[in-house]
């Protein structure tokens, strides 16, 4: 069984178009993540949410908008596709546990081709 | 944020021990530090994390000397499907930042047959 998932796998689309990438986890998991892998291989964080909060990095565009319809999913929204938003987008999960550093699940990726 | 700096890349032979170091002079008090597994079109995978000393777990083991500023990570004879990029990453999740959550440059480890 696939922990967290994600579609599409891949995605290409055109400048200007609103697209969106979903998220599901069946780990049970109350934290849920985005990040962006641009083609330098650098991985950041996009936004963090769990039942309690919505954590934003403040150097991604407010195109970008996460929407969590359960605990078990996050879904990335992006308005006004930009050249530059082509990357590949991770989710992942990790537990509330009381571990200082939580674990996290990562998704297979979705790669995003913006033209 | 502990920032952290890793080798860009290593090579190894097949069957050989690999250790990988990672530098994270400013660590704190309350970080740990958790390595990460990364193949190419996959997302990263958890290896191992410490605190301090040693950790073993059926994949690899991390050191951890006294002073916290470094960890390495070792992987006992290594083999082709070892091949990929290593992060290691630092932080606390008392201090729950988006700086926390960004990985470094990773460490792109291939294995020669």
């Known amino acids: 069984d696939t922990a967290v998932s994600q579609t599409p796998k891949y995605l290409v689309t055109q400048m200007g178009n609103d697209k969106s990438i979903k998220c599901e986890q069946n780990?049970?998991?109350?934290?849920m993540y985005w990040y962006k892998q641009d083609s330098k291989k650098f991985l950041k964080i996009m936004f963090s949410y769990n039942n309690k909060e919505l954590i934003i990095n403040e150097t991604v565009p407010n195109r970008f908008s996460p929407k969590s319809p359960d605990k078990a999913h996050l879904n990335l929204h992006i308005n006004s596709l930009e050249l530059g938003d082509s990357a590949v987008y991770f989710c992942?999960?990790?537990?509330?546990?009381?571990?200082?550093?939580?674990?996290?699940?990562f998704g297979p990726g979705t790669r995003l081709l913006v033209l | 944020l502990a920032k952290t700096t890793q080798p860009i890349s290593m090579d190894s032979y097949e069957g050989q021990e690999v250790n990988i170091t990672c530098s994270h002079n400013n660590i704190a008090t309350n970080d740990y530090i958790t390595w990460y597994q990364q193949f190419p079109s996959q997302g990263p995978r958890f290896i191992i994390q410490g605190y301090k000393t040693k950790v073993t777990n059926e994949v690899a083991s991390l050191f951890i000397p006294a002073d916290r500023k470094s960890s390495t990570l070792s992987l006992p004879r290594v083999s082709l499907s070892d091949t990929a990029v290593y992060y290691c990453?630092?932080?606390?999740?008392?201090?729950?930042?988006?700086?926390?959550?960004?990985f470094g440059t990773g460490t792109r480890l291939t294995i020669i047959p």
């Open positions: 992942a999960s990790s537990p509330e546990t009381s571990s200082p550093q939580e674990t996290q699940y």
């Open positions: 990453l630092v932080g606390d999740r008392a201090n729950f930042g988006n700086e926390k959550l960004t």
């Open positions: 780990l049970g998991h109350d934290t």
